[in-house]
Every structure is written in structure tokens, then in C-alpha cells.
């Protein structure tokens, strides 16, 4: 059991550390902003299985590949929440509460909802480029796809997973997840997989993206350090200066 509890605290102990104290010290004050996530969820689901609400949700948060561009930018930031009918709410009101919570307490909220977004928007606009490559294209996809429904977090759950893995070292759990969402498009083959690639795939440009601007940022500093920047003896403005 030691060398396993050596790699879980390898694997998960900056993370782990990361959240425990905010989480021990503020509690569901540390996440206010999954909380109004998760609320939002369970209401959108709630409206969209009355009578009355179905084509409201639908109006504001569905998202289809046929539909004009402008509607689908519009709609996109909403479908984050609207869960889908064909599956258990409670599932998807669990991914949030976890990775939006973890998300929210080491990246805050507002990089939470920007990788989010991201994430989700790459799935959107992969499935209008798939369905115009058509299924004969690598990564085509059959025009029937164009009318299927794209809601939901899971997306962006995927995204915040694979960036919490990179940003705090969590290696072999972001592989975990990117390798389970290659075996969902080897065993189902449909349209959410081939999404969640999509928004893995931006979410891995972002790290890429951080990680350069990191070394550069190194860089600069080593050279700063290595030149020796100092303030010549006297050169203070301070009482002694003169």
C-alpha cells in the first residue's frame, strides 16, 4: 500500500493542498459561484420538463449545428447548464458541484467560466465544421448530426478536469480522462464524444498557451537576475541619499 499512497500524494497532493484550506476555512462561501451554477442547473431542468418551459430552454440554451452562427454564440453561454433529457440531472449537478468547485477555488471563478467556455464552445463549433466536412472527412460527421441537441456541462467538465490536472500536476489523472473520452468515441461514436475531443483538444492549446508564456516569463526574469540590475550606491531617494 505505501508506494500507492506515495503516487496518490504525488499525483494528487498539490491539488489536494490547494483546495483543503480554502474549502476548511470559508466552507460553500469558497464557491459561490459553482453553487449559483448548480442552482441554475437544477432550475433549467426543472422549467424544461414543463409544458410550459420545454421550448423556453429551448429558445435560450439548445444549441443545434443548422442553426444560424449568431444564434448559437448566443445560446452557448446558457447551454453550459441546460442539462440534457436523456440523462440523469443529478449526474451532471454532481460534475459541476465537484470540478466547477475545484476549478473555482485554485483558478477562481472568472478562469473557471472562461476555460468553461471554451471548452464548450470548441464542441459548438466543432459539430458545424464536422457536419460541413461531412461523414466522408476524418473528422466529418453525418449531416443528421445538424439537428441533434448540444447541452449541457459535460464539455466543460471534461475541459476543467484535463486543465486541473495540467496546472497542478495531476499528469496521469488528465490522461485518465482524455483516454476515457477516446474509448467513449471508439465504443459510441457519436456526436457529445467527438465534442468532449474537441473541447479537450482547446483546452490543451490553452495549457500550451500558459505553459510558453510561463518559460517566457522565466526568461525574462533569469535575464533580469543575470544582469545585475542594480541601483548604483547612493542613487536612493531616501534620507541617506543625499
Excluded at 484550506?21 to 442547473?41: E, H
Excluded at 431542468?45 to 414543463?50: F, P
Excluded at 483516454?179 to 467513449?184: F, G, I, K, N, S
Aim: contains cysteine.
Amino acid at each position: 500500500m505505501r508506494p500507492l499512497a506515495r503516487w496518490a500524494r504525488a499525483e494528487w497532493g498539490p491539488l489536494y493542498r490547494a483546495v483543503r484550506k480554502p474549502l476548511v476555512k470559508r466552507r460553500l462561501r469558497a464557491i459561490p459561484m459553482t453553487l449559483g451554477a448548480v442552482c441554475l442547473t437544477a432550475a433549467l431542468q426543472v422549467v424544461q420538463n414543463q409544458s410550459w418551459g420545454y421550448r423556453l430552454v429551448q429558445n435560450l440554451g439548445a444549441v443545434r449545428a443548422e442553426d444560424p452562427l449568431w444564434l448559437a454564440l448566443l445560446r452557448t453561454p446558457l447551454s453550459l447548464f441546460v442539462p440534457a433529457l436523456d440523462l440523469p440531472v443529478w449526474g451532471a449537478l454532481a460534475q459541476v458541484l465537484l470540478v466547477f468547485g475545484i476549478a473555482e477555488i485554485c483558478l477562481g471563478w472568472w478562469r473557471t467560466l472562461v476555460i468553461a467556455y471554451a471548452a464548450t464552445l470548441a464542441g459548438t463549433l466543432y459539430a458545424r465544421v464536422g457536419v460541413a466536412l461531412g461523414p466522408g472527412a476524418p473528422f466529418g460527421l453525418p449531416g443528421s448530426d445538424a439537428r441533434i441537441v448540444d447541452t449541457g456541462p459535460s464539455a466543460a467538465v471534461v475541459g476543467l478536469a484535463v486543465f486541473l490536472g495540467w496546472r497542478h500536476g495531476a499528469y496521469l489523472t488528465a490522461a485518465a480522462v482524455i483516454l476515457a473520452m477516446v474509448v467513449e468515441v471508439l465504443l459510441k461514436n457519436n456526436l457529445a464524444g467527438k465534442e468532449h475531443l474537441a473541447a479537450i483538444a482547446a483546452v490543451l492549446a490553452l495549457c500550451g498557451a500558459a505553459e510558453l508564456r510561463r518559460r517566457r516569463r522565466g526568461r525574462w526574469a533569469g535575464r533580469g537576475r543575470r544582469g545585475g540590475l542594480r541601483k548604483p550606491v547612493g542613487a536612493s531617494g531616501g534620507r541617506g541619499g543625499g
